[in-house]
């Protein structure tokens, strides 16, 4: 199991990213201050950085600069509200692997992390399939038998994250933290809508309704 390491000091993000991460199956774990993220990324016991720009004692650009003088090649993704071009070109010239934005869609984060991960082991697949249905996550294309079904963005997000999951029952919150992010309404029907979607494009049978629970794709 990859493990990775979350810094940022605003708990409903750091919350939620753990949260999301775990349910995605990763071992996590939270630092508060850059002190605390760089002693514990110096460990080697993670596999990936989350790494806030704005932490407390020591910001995001320190802990990169000491990170990598260290002679790390943890992959770190830079989370920031500060978006302007010259914060994002010091952070990948830095030696940050990615720059994301806050705010920011849970799913594009996993991509990121998924792909980041998936480039430090060498390992690059691009197709996902469960029975006739293909997804080509590079491409964004969906095919059932070899025909291919146009998808919207959030509907390949969402068939991704139920082929990622075949078998595995998935609830309207879980779907809707991963596909949609931090900011998603509990109470939305979102999830549900897209289900719908999905069921008119890939088949009605390949997507089953637990009552009381959520999704599971069969």
Not at 36 to 45: F, M, R
Not at 61 to 80: A, D, K, Q, W
Not at 158 to 180: C, D, I, T, Y
């Given at each position: ?46 596999d990936l ?22 002679g790390s ?146």
């Amino acid at each position: 199991m990859a493990s990775i390491l979350i810094a940022d000091d605003e708990a409903r993000i750091s919350g939620f990213i753990d949260k999301g991460l775990r349910a995605a199956g990763y071992a996590t774990r939270v630092a508060t201050t850059g002190p605390d993220a760089l002693d514990l990324a110096l460990t080697g016991e993670f596999d990936l950085l989350v790494l806030d720009v704005n932490l407390p004692g020591l910001d995001g650009f320190g802990v990169l600069e000491s990170l990598r003088g260290s002679g790390s090649t943890m992959p770190v993704i830079m989370l920031t509200a500060r978006i302007e071009l010259h914060d994002t070109i010091a952070g990948l010239e830095g030696g940050a692997d990615d720059y994301l934005g806050k705010p920011f869609r849970f799913d594009e984060l996993v991509a990121r992390i998924r792909l980041r991960m998936r480039r430090d082991t060498g390992q690059t697949p691009s197709q996902l399939a469960h029975r006739d249905l293909a997804l080509d996550v590079r491409t964004r294309r969906a095919h059932i038998a070899g025909v291919e079904v146009e998808l919207s963005a959030r509907e390949f997000a969402l068939a991704e994250e139920l082929v990622r999951n075949a078998g595995q029952v998935l609830s309207r919150e879980q779907l809707l933290s991963r596909v949609w992010g931090y900011d998603f309404d509990p109470g939305s029907n979102v999830a549900d809508v897209y289900v719908g979607y999905l069921r008119q494009k890939l088949g009605h049978d390949r997507i089953e309704t637990v009552r009381g629970v959520g999704y599971r794709l069969t």
